[in-house]
Structure formats: C-alpha cells, structure tokens
T-cell receptor, first 114, second 112 residues
Framework: KAGVTQTPRYLIKTRGQQVTLSCSPISGHRSVSWYQQTPGQGLQFLFEYFSETQRNKGNFPGRFSGRQFSNSRSEMNVSTLELGDSALYLC?????????????FGNGTRLTVT | KNQVEQSPQSLIILEGKNCTLQCNYTVSPFSNLRWYKQDTGRGPVSLTIMTFSENTKSNGRYTATLDADTKQSSLHITASQLSDSASYICVVWRGGADGLTFGKGTHLIIQP
C-alpha cells in the first residue's frame, strides 16, 4: 500500500508570495490533517479535513487555508508569506478518530521563505 | 495549560547500549499517548499507542510504559542500533482532530 505522498518536497518562496502544498493520503483514508514543524515550536496542528469538510482548525492566522477533494487528496495554501512561515509542513492521514487510529505522516514539504 | 514535556532534549549513546526517554504531560482529559520516531528529513512514524488502561506496550526493541496516575511515560530502547538515531516525539491525545499535544522530542544519536 502506498504511503502518504506530499509534493513538492522542497520550496523556496519570497515574502509576500503565496504557496500551495499537496497531499495524497493512503488509499481508503478519509481524514487528512496538516501540521507545521519548526525547531522552536515542534509540531503544531493546522487543520483537519474529513470527507471534504474541515472539522477542526488550529491556532493559525487566516493566511493558512486548505481544502480536500472528493478523492481525499488535500491541498494547503499559505498566502502573503512571511519569513516565520519557513518550516516543514507535514500531512497525515488516518482511517478516523478512534483512539487506536494512528496518524500516517508523509515526508513533508520543506518551505523556505526568503 | 495542556503541555507535553520530554527529556532529555538530546542524548548520545554507544551502539548496543540501552536508553530510556521520558515524557511528562499535563493534558486533560486523556485519551491516549503515542510515541513517534522521526528520521532526519522524513515524517514521523508511529511506534506505539497506549490508552489509559495500558501500562506497557512493546514494538520490537521499543517498549513504552505509561503511568496515568503520575502522567508520565517512558520509551525504552534495548540494544540500540545505528538506525535508532532519530528524534522521538511523545504525543498526547485528548480527543478530536485538534486534541493532539506534541512534545518537542528527544534527539537520539547512536554512535558506533
């Protein structure tokens, strides 16, 4: 079974630009969540989608948005990029929210904002 | 405030030795505790998930323990191998997609 695929692996953008990251979950997984990982803050929850609906959102500004398509693939968009948005963005998929349902992470997109 | 504290921040041990990583949490309510291994440049991979009623769970050379009364967990690695070099992240879930609280991880280096 193929794992979670994130594209692109690396991105370099300039302040003020916008970026779109893509995530393809494991086949059959309907829940997709996004996380930002930085050395100082660790992993922080951005948002979660289930069956094309955003179910939960973390404490991030409105510049961070996402969506999920009918095939469960998800995209994350960041507008008006700031230097502080430089981070590893991880996508994870799972079967659901049961207590023993682990998250399966992709290898992330490394975003650098200059 | 819901927090997960991990110690030590970093650890260097020789190949073949055992080690124990610590995780203390103040998350409430508690649903489960997870340990993840993250290799450099890769996404985290699940090692164990433990619910309130589970005290010990093993995954090969990895053994996690949970004391829900003291809100402490540990991850013990037996007979370390070079491939164990990674960051180990403790995560506590209180329920819901936004209910995950992540520790900042322990960076483990195994030296030959």
């Amino acid at each position: 079974k193929a794992g979670v695929t994130q594209t692109p692996r690396y991105l370099i953008k300039t302040r003020g630009q916008q970026v779109t990251l893509s995530c393809s979950p494991i086949s059959g997984h309907r829940s997709v969540s996004w996380y930002q990982q930085t050395p100082g803050q660790g992993l922080q929850f951005l948002f979660e989608y289930f069956s094309e609906t955003q179910r939960n959102k973390g404490n991030f500004p409105g510049r961070f948005s996402g969506r999920q398509f009918s095939n469960s693939r998800s995209e994350m968009n960041v507008s008006t990029l700031e230097l502080g948005d430089s981070a590893l963005y991880l996508c994870a998929s799972s079967l659901g929210q049961g207590p023993n349902s682990p998250l399966h992470f992709g290898n992330g997109t490394r975003l650098t904002v200059t | 405030k819901n927090q997960v504290e991990q110690s030590p921040q970093s650890l260097i041990i020789l190949e073949g030795k055992n080690c124990t990583l610590q995780c203390n949490y103040t998350v409430s309510p508690f649903s489960n505790l997870r340990w993840y291994k993250q290799d450099t440049g890769r996404g985290p991979v699940s090692l164990t998930i433990m619910t309130f009623s589970e005290n010990t769970k093993s995954n090969g050379r990895y053994t996690a323990t949970l004391d829900a009364d003291t809100k402490q967990s540990s991850l013990h690695i037996t007979a370390s191998q070079l491939s164990d070099s990674a960051s180990y992240i403790c995560v506590v879930w209180r329920g819901g997609a936004d209910g995950l609280t992540f520790g900042k991880g322990t960076h483990l280096i195994i030296q030959p």
